[in-house]
């Protein structure tokens, strides 16, 4: 068995936040976007609401069933990305992504 510090992550860790890093960074071109392009192009979003600051935000969640690979148990994977909207509620600022 190797021997690994507590410190280091396995591979399978590095290869999540590789993913999570890229997918956060996709989402970074709509910073700037107005919020017509945005619903024009994901469509409406899951929820709308303002964020612990008092920033309008619209929500996107997108869940897919899994299957485990024996038994009959089953979950799902969800991600939401939320943007949060200037001032005036036209344009995207930016975005946190929650379980993705």
């Known amino acids: 068995m190797p021997n ?15 993913r999570q890093a890229a997918f956060d960074q996709s989402q970074q071109h709509w910073h700037g976007a107005s919020v017509q392009e945005l619903l024009a ?10 964020d612990a600051q008092g920033q309008q935000r619209l929500s996107y969640t997108r869940s897919i069933p899994l299957k485990a690979p024996t038994g009959p148990q089953s979950a799902s994977f969800s991600c939401t ?7 005036k509620g036209l ?7 929650e379980g993705c």
């Open 91 to 97: 344009r995207i600022v930016s975005h946190r992504i």
């Open 4 to 18: 690994r510090s507590a410190g280091t992550p396995p591979a399978a860790d590095n290869s999540d936040r590789q």
């Open 41 to 50: 192009k994901q469509g409406p979003p899951s929820s709308r609401g303002r």
């Open 81 to 87: 990305v939320h943007y949060l909207l200037d001032a």
